[in-house]
């Protein structure tokens, strides 16, 4: 709550906001901001840093090279998607607050781009320009440098019920999913009307971008749920070693990569099928919340851990042998005459040839939410993001796992999904296509 | 739980450990893996990650050359007091399990003291030589970066019980903390007879290094509660600039610094003064989880913020002048003659000058818990951390803090306080002073 308190710097001070403060006091300060600095402008002269005026760089381990980049916020399709995963995550899904209008969510679309495009560009929200309001950025990442932040924005199928409109431009393929094998689902992580996926290398980064998202949009929109992801599933080719996963096995290996173009427009790119052409281009997002019964699996053997996923855990190599990046071959036999790879495994029945063909570009991160006060064990597992041209890639793979040794092992508990649109050029903004 | 699978690859297997698998693999792993390589010799030949034979270094942010640095385990003090504050942080509380002896608990050190050495040099708990056993390690950090791992071991009021005979060995100094101002304790995270900080510029190499030295001692102890860290309180001098907090303003100004070692001797070291032997060298952790109320802070006026605090928001500077490593001058009025760094700032309340000269080495770190479900709000704030030489330090300075104007935007929901045993020489164990 905003209090008045002596001026003893000579300012003049007021509430002019009464009881509770202003309810939305970003759009004066983002339009406060924007006409400080323009776009594309860089306050302070330290490209690649948060920086205010006269700011300075953070000390920290992002404080390298690296850390100063920035990924392109315009193109064909939103960042965030094929981009080379970085290293951590902040997921947000909020709901639109009741009595909410349409022109009001079309704001703060607009709003929200302007906001995604300065971050991502390394700038604040915007600057600081008047004492008796509130901040216009939250402030915590000034000084932290960029770290690659990618902001991906998805509607959730609940903003097509018709209060905004929108009922007409409902993708048919958008929809809750139906139950599937070996879910769960807590009520507080599913849903949403909205989503924003920020990834960056820097976890404060990450955080603050859905923060200052979600302050914009104060009376608009309210959280919903949100997780934070460490360590990821690979989506890059193997010039670098793979990530592991909670369960210590590599995660990523058969994942499509960026440069795969004729893959990801097969697999992940919604082309003309779609019924709503303001989606071509962009892409579905399905998010899942995955449980690691994380002390039953470190009680497992060895050998029991790789027949569940259907590779060695230290090398990845498939159990049908090679090397990591060695084709799995199902139909080998072991020397009883059984698979090579189990019937159960992972691996197995995740795969391209178990499905029909279908591929997904995933981009999981790890996850903990501290521990299980009755229980005692480990709240963790796997964050899974899944990107694809129509939910039922998932529905289909997830059904597929109704049989996965690994069901022992996890349980799915939260779950939503998203239309992804597709990327912007300078001038336009999220939803333009969508509400026109 | 163990099922015992078809063995494809030739390998014996056979369930020797009965319906739920060993109840505690972990020494004859820890034996196993130190028998493999010996104290000190490196696996693979990649120094500075965690590598198992045949490892690779993984991608990733920390994927640099900082993060290959180790922190020396062994020393005067533990390490991970005035280390340079990492960048992530993963703090757990664990329980002793009923039924444990004063052996199993001393075993029990003793194995983590050889555990929490390989790690923080950058091997893995110990190499996998048994298909037909649990992993020895739980793999997921096989190919990340040391990322500076330190390992950092306290004792709980509750450890001195009378359960393991050593009610004679507790410090009259360490006791659970009194009622203090401002907090609203949630019993799930309070207290714990022991408690692990891992920190590392890695969040992976931190998550790993609790989640292992719980697994060596299922059976033994039970995690109590657990809370991974972002961001941090500044703990170096101003080479590089002050990271922030979720305030968004800088965190550490004036906090203790490595390097000042008459000020650590007089504050942090415990010395002569305590009644126990076993740990003078060592200090006390008091550990609090402080939630901040996001967005009732983000709708305050950016004076008013600067008022609470008594700094500059941007700069870090006090409001009595200067920059930000200017010296508070809390004498200095302002032009309406009111103090210029208010009387209820929280830099005033919270500043030596105001409790007798009372410094704490603090080493804090931004956390959040994703979001309030009920409310729609962010739960998030400070895991704030102070080492000092008597937890009375503490209880004077959150006393002082009992008009702290920035109460009306935080409150303190977890707690607990730790005897940090003096450092190691190599041979030595956790516990043995105590025990001995």
Redesign the interface.
Known sequence: ???????????E?A?QAGP???AR?SRRGLLAGAGLFGAGAVAGGLTGYFT?????????????E??QQTVPFYGAHQAGIITPA???LAF?TM?VVDGTSRADLRDLLQEWTTAAARMTAGHLVGE?S??????V????????PV?RLTITVGYGPALFDGRFGLAGRKPSALADLPPLPNENLDP?YTGGDLCVQACS????VA?HAV?NL??IG?GVV???????G??RT?T?SA???????????KDGTRNLKAEQVDLLDKHVWVGTETDQPWLRGGSYLVARKIKMF???W???????????IGRA???GAP?SGGSEFTTPDFAKA???G?????ADSHVRLASPEHNGGIHILRRGY?F????D?QA???L?GLFFIGFMKSPSQFIKLQTSLATD?LN?YIHHTGSAVFAVQPGLRPGQHYGDALFA
């Open positions: 709550m905003v209090t008045t308190k002596p001026d003893d710097r000579g300012r001070t509430d509770g403060g202003p006091p205010h005026s006269g700011g300075q760089a953070a000390a920290g381990g992002g404080d390298t690296l850390g970085q290293d951590r947000g709901n600081e008047d004492p008796a309001a509130p901040p950025d939250t402030g915590e990442a000034v000084g932290s770290s507080d290398d820097n976890p404060l955080f923060r979600a302050r104060m309210a959280h919903n749920w949100m997780e934070l460490f360590g690979s890059t010039a670098q070693a793979t990530p592991r996963n909670l369960l210590g096995f994380i002390e039953n470190d009680r497992d053997y060895l050998q029991d851990q790789e027949n569940v855990k230290v090398s159990l072991g020397a009883d059984q698979p090579a790879i189990p790890s903990t939410d501290g521990i006060p005692g064990t480990l963790g040794a022992e």
